[in-house]
């Protein structure tokens, strides 16, 4: 994930900003925080390869950090077995080095209690290691992220969790095979209407829940990649030329924005965990024979946004449902090389 502007004072505060880095609480992992003139970039997670495969990890980690333009890195191993992180800090530290670029700290996170494996002074780093921070030690450096919403979950699986189907999912499927959802075809004007008053209530932020029929609508509009890639326009404005869309595409999302879904207005401040949100919900409608447009649509808007994690845990998802799925893809290799989005 991206990090918002923050200042970090201690190890003890890095370690209290990784989980809302990431969305979860890190177990048996590698973090690499990149550093770009002495601030956050680029954070990474991956987790603890088999010892046949550490410089293989190290390799792919260190390639993202050169294209992130990264001056410096920190590395954090989290473990369940002592020592069972350090060959891959080790091999993380030499080809870092190698390419000109400083290991600020090398920290190792274990039941609860971090050491730095490059400080011998036990007044500062004691050999039992330092219990971590807790929420007042470190409040300063995670208010930023507590202010946008952030409250990481116990692990990974927890986040992948939230992209699956509820039980509601059924419900959408029936209506979705029995035809009760608004068509596609735009060339209606009424339908096209319909299409338009769906999204808007869909994307509305603290509009209530998504209902059945308007999940069934909006999962079968995404079938079509114009109303799809015009969605993701109108919830990253400036990320696609609108001029670039069939016509018809262009008309819906007029009617969208002027039926009043409010962040739709590219002046907004976007409330991007709220929209996240809506977008989770969205998914957990859709069984597995619907999901990939939805995933991938919650994918791209929150890689642009930096988040990572929940990125890679929609886009695993839409490729189980669909492994062809050509936009899911697409994002799954940007994912895997560490590109971020180019901003104008």
């Given amino acids: 994930m991206t990090a918002p502007p923050v200042t970090l004072r201690s190890p003890a505060e890095l370690l209290a900003v990784i989980p809302h880095l990431l969305g979860f609480e890190p177990r048996q992992s590698i973090v690499v925080v990149a550093l770009r003139d002495s601030k956050m970039s680029l954070t990474q997670r991956m987790d603890l390869p088999d010892r046949g495969r550490v410089e293989e990890v190290a390799h792919a980690l260190v390639g993202r950090i050169l294209r992130d333009l990264a001056t410096a890195a920190l590395l954090v191993g989290y473990e369940d077995t002592a020592g069972e992180s350090v060959a891959l800090i080790e091999a ?16 190792v996170v274990r039941d609860g209690r971090w050491r730095s494996l490059d400080c011998d002074q036990p007044s500062c780093c004691p050999p039992q290691g330092s219990p971590l921070p807790g929420s007042t030690e470190a409040a300063s450096a995670v208010a930023e992220f507590i202010g946008a919403g952030s409250a990481p979950l116990p692990d990974r699986q927890a986040l992948a969790a939230q992209v699956e189907p509820t039980t509601a999912a059924s419900d959408v499927d029936q209506l979705m095979k029995r035809g009760r959802t608004a068509r596609t075809n735009l060339s209606s004007s009424e339908v096209q209407r319909q299409l338009a008053v769906v999204w808007a209530r869909v994307l509305t932020i603290g509009g209530g829940p998504i209902s059945a029929a308007d999940a069934a609508v909006a ?31 262009q008309t819906l999302l007029r009617e969208i924005t002027v039926i009043g879904a409010a962040h739709t207005n590219p002046e907004a401040d976007l409330p991007v965990g709220a929209t996240k949100a809506r977008l989770i919900e969205l998914c957990q409608h859709a069984t597995d024979d619907h999901a990939a447009p939805a995933l991938t649509l919650l994918a791209t808007y929150s890689w642009w946004h930096g988040d990572g994690a929940l990125a890679r845990v929609a886009i695993d998802r839409a490729l189980r449902c669909d492994p062809t799925y050509r936009l899911a893809r697409l994002l799954c290799l940007m994912l895997d090389e560490g590109l971020r989005p180019e901003r104008s």
């Fill in 92 to 107: 993380l530290t030499h080809r870092l080095n190698a390419r000109g670029l400083s290991v600020r700290d090398r920290i």
């Fill in 219 to 249: 999962l079968q509009s995404l079938t079509d990649i114009s109303t799809r890639d015009g969605i993701a326009s109108l919830l990253i404005p400036h990320s696609l030329d609108h001029e670039s869309l069939p016509e018809d595409t």
